[in-house]
């Protein structure tokens, strides 16, 4: 888990704990430090929008890792679009809502149509960004004003992206600033995390009544002894 410091700050801790209590161990490493051997042995490689892009850049562009981020100033530098600001990745600073466009992927969660995701967006630490990849992604979101910007995007590994395969999966994710992030929110990103690790759901994480989001474990290598229940707000716990 790549963070802009270590130990984790506020907007990222809330992940880390949720990933804890689905049994993964998390090694956190800040931007700074981050090196492609810390990805040996590891699962899924996770960088934060917490991160400064000039300290990470390409560092992890080649290792054989899933990968998913949330920085959108590493999309070009990890090969995931082309290398222009504002025309291949770019951010909004007010938006907390996307247009699932691709609701039968597994990345769409089994969400569609216009989805809140974020309880705000203050502009700073809890931005939207975006990606214009290739013609070998795979689109599920889009920005809701411009259907060619990419909120949530991903190549298969093998997949030639920009300048080269792609390593292992990669996922363009738009927002996970775990403290601002509303069910659906949760839902992509646990999502994104299994889809990334190939682990498949034993079904998807619906609301109960109560308001309490219960994640079902995977069914594969992944799966965790405890199922946690998260509640937004609160650190997901064990059952």
């Known amino acids: 888990?790549?963070?802009?410091?270590?130990?984790?700050?506020?907007?990222?801790?809330?992940?880390?704990?949720?990933?804890?209590?689905?049994?993964?161990?998390?090694?956190?490493?800040?931007?700074?430090?981050?090196?492609?051997?810390?990805?040996?042995?590891?699962?899924?490689?996770?960088?934060?929008?917490?991160?400064?892009?000039?300290?990470?850049?390409?560092?992890?562009?080649?290792?054989?890792?899933?990968?998913?981020?949330?920085?959108?100033?590493?999309?070009?530098?990890?090969?995931?679009?082309?290398?222009?600001?504002?025309?291949?990745?770019?951010?909004?600073?007010?938006?907390?809502?996307?247009?699932v466009t691709d609701p039968t992927h597994p990345l769409a969660a089994g969400l569609s149509g216009d989805v809140r995701t974020a309880i705000v967006n203050n502009g700073t630490s809890n931005k939207f960004h975006w990606g214009v990849p290739n013609q070998n992604a795979i689109i599920v979101a889009t920005t809701l004003a411009n259907g060619s910007r990419a909120h949530i995007f991903a190549y298969e590994q093998g997949a030639m992206m920009v300048g080269l395969f792609a390593p292992a999966r990669r996922v363009g994710f738009h927002n996970a600033t775990g403290t601002n992030l509303t069910l659906d929110g949760w839902r992509l990103f646990d999502t994104a995390v299994r889809w990334a690790v190939n682990c498949t759901p034993a079904a998807t994480p619906t609301p109960t009544a109560t308001g309490t989001l219960t994640m079902l474990p995977a069914t594969a290598t992944h799966t965790p002894t405890p199922t946690p229940t998260f509640i937004p707000g609160t650190t997901p716990t064990p059952t």
């Open 1 to 99: 888990f790549v963070g802009s410091s270590r130990p984790l700050p506020v907007r990222d801790q809330p992940l880390a704990a949720y990933l804890s209590a689905l049994g993964h161990t998390i090694v956190v490493r800040n931007a700074r430090e981050v090196r492609a051997a810390d990805a040996n042995g590891k699962d899924l490689v996770l960088i934060s929008e917490s991160s400064e892009s000039v300290d990470v850049k390409n560092k992890l562009r080649d290792v054989p890792v899933p990968l998913i981020t949330w920085e959108g100033w590493l999309f070009d530098d990890l090969g995931m679009t082309g290398l222009t600001e504002e025309q291949d990745y770019g951010e909004l600073t007010s938006e907390t809502s996307i247009r």
